[in-house]
């Protein structure tokens, strides 16, 4: 089993709906969690962190479910500058290293 | 604004080449990284350092050697590039537990 999963997708999603996608991890002593943002033949930029209490950015709303092991993503009103692939991110509870998901593509379409 | 620069965008060699891929960082960064990114694989940590002329493996560090002379520079090695060594690279650093900044990438190609 990887550590981080997540579908692959693509999630096609018409401008202006909503759409949330979920990634699983395997460590349940991973100690932060992340989303970051890979646009097509660029470097990934961190999109935002993911606290235990949820929190919201913008039209971007993350969770983190600790019992069941997973962290979600939710876009509202998406925006074809949207489209993007979106990767869950994770460190462990030691040291500094990150454990990366596969990603989930989503393209947004007028 | 944090600047990861990378030496390539895209580098094509050939099998049996040692290939050199640079990484420099403006921002003081204690600790660096190197990732290789596939289809269907996403990143894969192949070494990090935490300071000057230190390296620790990661997950895939097999036919891979680094280098940190300076704080603000890491390269990885190729000592003998293999075809299945094609892939994007992708360099990042960080200050503390969290945010990693990555440079553009660079696509090599081994023929």
């Known amino acids: 089993r990887k550590e981080v999963e997540q579908d692959p997708g693509p999630f096609n999603v018409p401008e202006g709906a909503t759409v949330a996608f979920n990634c699983t991890y395997s460590?349940?002593?991973?100690?932060?969690f992340f989303w970051y943002r890979q646009d097509c033949r660029k470097e990934p930029k961190l999109l935002m962190s993911v606290y235990s209490s949820g929190n919201e950015d913008g039209r971007f709303t993350a969770q983190l479910n600790r019992a069941s092991q997973y962290i979600s993503l939710l876009i509202r009103d998406s925006k074809l500058s949207d489209s993007a692939t979106y990767l869950c991110?994770?460190?462990?509870?030691?040291?500094?290293?990150?454990?990366f998901g596969g990603g989930t593509r989503v393209l947004v379409k007028p | 604004d944090v600047k990861v620069t990378q030496s390539s965008r895209y580098l094509v060699k050939r099998t049996g080449e040692k290939v050199f891929l640079e990484c420099v960082q403006d921002m003081d960064h204690e600790n660096m990284f190197w990732y290789r990114q596939d289809p269907g694989l996403g990143l894969r940590l192949i070494y990090f350092?935490?300071?000057?002329?230190?390296?620790e493996k990661g997950d895939i560090p097999e036919g891979y050697s680094v280098s940190r002379e300076k704080k603000e520079r890491f390269s990885l090695i190729l000592e003998s590039a293999s075809t299945n060594q094609t892939s994007m690279y992708l360099c990042?650093?960080?200050?503390?537990?969290?945010?990693?900044?990555f440079g553009p990438g660079t696509r090599l190609t081994v023929l």
């Open positions: 991110v994770v460190r462990g509870a030691a040291g500094n290293k990150l454990t």
């Open positions: 990042a650093s960080n200050t503390g537990p969290d945010t990693q900044y």
């Open positions: 460590n349940s002593a991973s100690q932060s």
């Open positions: 350092s935490y300071d000057v002329k230190m390296k």
